[in-house]
């Protein structure tokens, strides 16, 4: 069982990243699917979620209108699109899932916005 995250990088403020965390050992699409980030100093914060039954969204008022969050189940992989990124966005960014029985954490990728 293993998530991967990738398309982090150093970006500058009002520009755009796609995030994608790939699954494998196990069927994403039957799992809540959640990005989380952590600043430095700061504590794990949800980001955005998508459940299994209707593909509901959630995200933090602080990203709302500026991140989506979308599931491939044909490819295993969840995504999040940042647009209009601001220097607080700047964090590691973590790929979740979870269901009633187990839970898995991707080991993390950095998304750096600085001008």
């Known amino acids: 069982v293993q998530l991967v995250e990738s398309g982090g990088g150093l970006v500058q403020p009002g520009e755009s990243l796609r995030l994608s965390c790939a699954a494998s050992?196990?069927?994403?699409?039957?799992?809540?699917m959640s990005w989380y980030r952590q600043a430095p100093g700061k504590e794990r914060e949800l980001v955005a979620s998508?459940?299994?039954?209707?593909?509901?969204?959630n995200y933090a008022d602080s990203v709302k209108g500026r991140f989506t969050i979308s599931r491939d189940s044909a490819k295993n992989t969840v995504d999040l699109q940042m647009n209009s990124l601001k220097p607080e966005d700047t964090a590691v960014y973590y790929c979740?899932?979870?269901?009633?029985?187990?839970?898995?954490w991707g080991r993390g990728t950095q998304v750096t916005v600085s001008s």
């Open positions: 050992g196990f069927t994403s699409s039957r799992f809540a």
């Open positions: 998508m459940s299994t039954v209707g593909g509901r969204t």
């Open positions: 979740n899932s979870r269901n009633a029985y187990y839970e898995y």
